[in-house]
Each structure stands twice: as structure tokens, then as C-alpha cells.
């Protein structure tokens, strides 16, 4: 019995390359799989945690504003309840605005310094039905960068 061993080596290279390949192939379009569902992902969890605390640091500033007898206590409290949450909401908005572009960037800065002179106790000249539909409409322009999940 005769062993081609040029047969051998020719069918044993040409099996590893194939098999080389194929998993490369398969490594490769697992790795662009995979990185588009973490790219998802990390958007989907920036936008629900910002948009969650946006929400909440607006809820505590309209219930503030529509207080008509803000004394010193008043204030020092609203500052309390909300300057955590205001330093993560720094934080959150950097990242927001780095995944979702800068578009964001002049409503979530009208809100802050609302926020700021709300804080500082300045006469803001709006009513409380003005108050609302200007948090409103900027909370819909961020709202809408939900499209720029995907």
C-alpha cells in the first residue's frame, strides 16, 4: 500500500485554510453582530436614564415654580432634592450628547439654566401655564431623539 503524501499534505493544508477562513468569516460577521446590538444598547440605556432624570429634575422645578411662597426653606430644600440629581444629570447629558449628536445640546442647556435660576431664586417672568409648555417643548425635542436609537 502506497501513501500519496503529497495528497495528504494538499487535502490537510487545504482543510485548515477552509476551515480558517470559514471561521474567520464567521468570527468576523459575529464580531459586526455583536457590535451594533452593544452600540444599541449602550444608546437605549444613555437615553432612558437621562430622560428619566431630566423628567424628574423638571417635576421638582415646576412643582417649585408654581409655589408662590418660596422663603429660605423652601429653596434650601428644592436645592437639596435636586442637586444630586442635577450632578448626574451633567454627567448624563455629556454622554447623550456624544451618542445622539448636538442637536440636544440647546434645549438641555435651557433647561439648566432655568434650573440655575430657579436655584438662585431670580424672578423668572413666566406664568405657570408659560412655565410648563416651555419645559414641555424642550423635553419633546430631546423626547424625539429616541429615532436616533437604531
Do not use: H
Request: negative net charge; proline residues 1%; charged residues 25%.
Amino acid at each position: 500500500m502506497y501513501i500519496d503524501w503529497d495528497t495528504v499534505w494538499t487535502n490537510t493544508i487545504s482543510g485548515v485554510v477552509t476551515g480558517l477562513v470559514v471561521g474567520g468569516t464567521l468570527g468576523l460577521v459575529g464580531y459586526f453582530i455583536w457590535k451594533k446590538q452593544n452600540d444599541y444598547s449602550k444608546k437605549e440605556d444613555v437615553y432612558i436614564s437621562f430622560v428619566y432624570s431630566l423628567t424628574m429634575l423638571t417635576s421638582i422645578m415646576a412643582g417649585f415654580f408654581a409655589d408662590n411662597n418660596k422663603d429660605e426653606t423652601k429653596i434650601k430644600d428644592f436645592i437639596d432634592r435636586t442637586i444630586n440629581s442635577y450632578s448626574r444629570i451633567i454627567d448624563e447629558s455629556i454622554k447623550f450628547i456624544f451618542y445622539f449628536g448636538t442637536d440636544y445640546e440647546n434645549p438641555t442647556l435651557e433647561i439648566f439654566d432655568l434650573y440655575t435660576n430657579l436655584k438662585n431664586n431670580r424672578e423668572i417672568k413666566m406664568t405657570n401655564e408659560e412655565f410648563e409648555k416651555y419645559i414641555s417643548e424642550r423635553l419633546d425635542l430631546i423626547l424625539c431623539s429616541n429615532k436616533k436609537i437604531k
